[in-house]
Every structure is written in C-alpha cells, then in structure tokens.
C-alpha cells in the first residue's frame, strides 16, 4: 500500500528536476550575509516494503529538501520525491511491474514579518489537521503510509497554489494561539495543479501540559462546493518520550479519524541506550462512508484498521520502521506487514564562510 | 468487529497509556547528554532558554537530527520560526542552543 500523502498521480513530469534545479540556483544568486545562513539540502531516502493482502510490494524513495534563508526575513524552500514503485504482475502472470513518479511537494517563498505574521505564497502544503504539513515526511512519520484520511481536505492533492498567513495569534506563559488562513487559486498547470479553495486552521497549545487542541476548516470553491472541517489533540507530557496525537475530519461524503501513540523509555540508559532506541506504536483509525459519492480517495465502505508497529532509531540518523496492520471493511478483511529503513540526512547545500 | 470494539480498544490503550505515563513519571530519568548533539541534548532536562523553546515547539513533531554544521543553522531556524511561528527571541536563543 502507497503512502497516502505521496500523490503519485499528481506531477508525474521531469521537468519537476529542473525546477528543483532553478530553485537550488536562485539560492546560489541570493546567497550572501551571515556564514550561518548557508542553505541546506535535508530529507530522507528509504527503503520501504509493503505485504498487502498477500501482495508484496517495494518502492525505493528519496525525499530532497532545499530551504534558502534570503536577507533577514525571507526563506525560500521545496521539497520533492522521486519514487521508484514495483508491484507484483497481475493475472497469474510472475515478475514485476515498475513505475516511477517524479515531483515537487511544494515550492514555496516565506516572508516573516514578525511572529505574528508570517506570508506565504506558491505552491505550498495545506494545513488541514495536522498530519500534510507536520509528519508527511519520510523522515518523521512513524509508519510507513499515511492515515486514511490524510487527503481529506479541499485538495486532495494535499497541497493549494496562492498565498498563506500564518503566525502566532496570542503568546502568553500558560498558552498560546496560532492560525493559518490560506487561499488557493484553481490551476491545470501539470507541475502545479490545484483546487481553488480556502480555509484556516486555529491551534491552542499549553505549554507546562504539552497538550495541543487545534480545529481546521476549508471550502472548495470550484464546481459542487464543499466544506470540511478537521480537529486535531496532541499530547506530549513532558519529560517523556511518550506522544499522542490524534486527528478527526468531515468532509461532505466521509469522515474518519486516527488516534497514535508511541514511546521510547528512558529507564534503561536514556533514549540512546539500546532499550531506549525501541519504540514500540499503536495506530487506529476508522473511515465511514456517509453517502455513495467516493470522491475524496478515503476507502468506498467503512474500514476500520488497527496498526501494530516497532521502530528502531539507530545512530547516524536512521530509523527502521515495522508494523503489522489488520483492516476490516465490508469489501474483505486484509493482513498489512510493512517494513523499512529511512535515513535523514541534512547539510550544507555548498561549503559556505566558516562562522 | 464493529466500530463499538475500536472504541473499547482505544478506550484500554488511553487507561494502559496513561499507567505506563505515571510509572514513568514516578521513575528519575537517568539520560545525560554524553556528546555535543541536539538530540542529546533533547534527552536531557532542560537546562536552558533554548533547549525549552526546542522542545516545546521543534520536537513536538520530529526528533532532532544527530548534529549538523553550524553553517546551516541559520537556514535550520529560519525554517523553524515559519513552520513554530517563533519569534526572534526564539531564534536567537535556539542558536545559542545550536551552538554554545
């Protein structure tokens, strides 16, 4: 099973490397100031496997990242993925098949302003809920593919094309409040295709709890409008390497939700101890069907999957990712193993001034 | 299995969640930063202004990566403070964590 936030049949153009390429230059031109600043190049290649009903798939993955500090208050930044993708042959044929997928997630300008106020415009990452703009990483998800409902938005692209604010509402020592308000524009351009929509995202996060509530809304603003609304919780007590994050969304032909948990333990050595690098996780989600329309890419019937996984966090910025999953939905009760390793890596795009 | 037993299934893994969460809190953690690395030092209690504005807004989503080149720490908060919404305070600070 895919990742559900890799969109592979989004941007399936070569020309994405020439942009990625037009990117790393303009950062080359504009880079100039402190010795600190010098852009980098991060993200992650894995290696994934994917036993689905019985089918065992595998797909090589490399997600590059360039982010450009520019003067004082600009940052340019992209990320990409280029995806190899071999699927067993279908009728009792043996061997195969392979298909790749080269494209940009997003390409964005920031100009932060304050921390009040922060605009973003292009092609940019749609902060509905939590999981397309925060964990869709290779290098930060904990499983493999992507909740059921991590599309469900406006755009099922996961990303829109416009303008962004975003920022920090209210900061005080108990809590604080951010938003997002974004606008896309509808666009048929093969690299940069996009739903025209809006919405915005209001998050409130206490601090000496580690505890974030956030609500999300967005409307589509093309053909047959639509509305969605999403509710996140997240909870990080301090002081342990427990997390759990949880996601709700509605949109107007399903819902669903997920709710994950992991843990590292510090009793045995700290996190770097080789006990302390096992963290074991529990996912489980449900999607429901609330008419006969599938067109927002969740599941057809109601399906309810549960997630067993056990990650290794190795030295040197590699992680091993394993879980078994059980799904259960009227079209058939389904095993899903996946295994994986992700390595995250993070440097200078060129060697700049020592500072 | 319907939905009614997903729900029981949540509702025994917060009751378990919340068990493990209080013995380990009852336990004194034993981590010490061995080695100049933000992730050791993520361990760690905080000691810091900008060890706390690491954890309470880097590390809610990612671990932090194994140590990197101080030529790129700037690139790194300028990402931080648009995706945290950070101020300049923060930015500050953070560097001062990033390099001592």
């Given at each position: 099973m895919f990742r559900t936030d890799l969109?592979?049949?989004?941007?399936?153009?070569?020309?994405?490397?020439?942009?990625?390429?037009?990117?790393?230059?303009?950062?080359?031109?504009?880079?100039?100031?402190?010795?600190?600043?010098?852009?980098?190049?991060?993200?992650?290649?894995?290696f994934f496997s994917s036993t689905y009903a019985g089918s065992t798939s595998f797909y090589p993955i490399i997600e590059p990242l360039l982010a450009a500090p520019l003067g004082q208050?600009?940052?340019?930044e992209s990320r990409a993925a280029f995806l190899e993708f071999y699927s067993p042959k279908?009728?009792?044929?043996?061997?195969?098949?392979?298909?790749?997928?080269?494209?940009?997630?997003?390409?964005q300008g920031d100009y932060v302003a304050s921390r009040h106020f922060t605009i973003v415009a292009g092609d940019y990452l749609i902060p509905f809920n939590t999981y397309n703009d925060r964990l869709s990483p290779v290098w930060i998800g904990n499983f493999q593919d992507g909740p059921l409902i991590a599309n469900l938005n406006f755009s099922s692209s996961g990303s829109g094309l416009g303008g962004m604010l975003r920022g920090n509402a209210i900061q005080r020592s108990k809590y604080s409040i951010d938003y997002n308000y974004y606008y896309s524009t509808r666009s048929a351009n093969e690299q940069f295709s996009a739903s025209r929509g809006s919405g915005g995202r209001a998050c409130l996060y206490l601090p000496e709890q580690r505890l974030e509530v956030g609500f999300s809304y967005d409307r589509l603003l093309q053909r047959t409008h639509e509305n969605f609304y999403g509710a996140h919780v997240w909870w990080e007590p301090k002081d342990t390497a427990f997390r759990l994050r949880s996601e709700f969304a509605r949109g107007?032909?399903?819902?669903?939700?997920?709710?994950?948990?992991d843990y590292r333990t510090k009793a045995f050595g700290g996190l770097d101890s080789p006990i302390g690098r096992i963290e074991p996780l529990f996912r489980m989600q449900q999607t429901f069907r609330l008419d006969t329309i599938a067109s927002d890419g969740l599941p057809r019937v109601n399906t309810q999957r549960a997630d067993f996984g056990l990650d290794y966090n190795l030295p040197h910025n590699t992680r091993i990712l394993t879980s078994y999953a059980r799904q259960f939905s009227a079209s058939g009760n389904y095993n899903i193993w996946e295994t994986g390793i992700v390595y995250r890596f993070l440097f200078p795009a060129w060697k700049g001034k020592q500072p | 299995m319907n939905s009614r037993h997903f729900l029981y299934v949540a509702l025994v893994l917060a009751v378990v969640s919340a068990l493990a969460l209080a013995a380990q809190q009852s336990s004194t953690p034993a981590t010490q930063p061995t080695k100049h690395s933000a992730a050791h030092k993520q361990a760690a209690q905080p000691q810091n202004e900008g060890e706390r504005i690491f954890q309470q807004n880097c590390a809610r989503c990612h671990n932090a990566p194994e140590g990197f080149s101080p030529r790129i720490s700037g690139a790194i908060l300028r990402h931080m403070r648009v995706r945290a919404s950070l101020s300049q305070h923060d930015e500050e600070q953070l560097l001062r964590f990033f390099n001592p």
């Open positions: 969109h592979l049949t989004r941007r399936p153009s070569a020309h994405t490397i020439g942009l990625f390429l037009f990117v790393l230059a303009a950062m080359a031109i504009a880079h100039h100031g402190s010795a600190q600043n010098t852009p980098l190049i991060s993200g992650g290649v894995a208050h600009v940052l340019v279908g009728g009792n044929q043996s061997g195969y098949d392979h298909s790749h997928f080269i494209g940009l997630t997003y390409l107007q032909h399903a819902q669903g939700y997920w709710v994950e948990a | -």
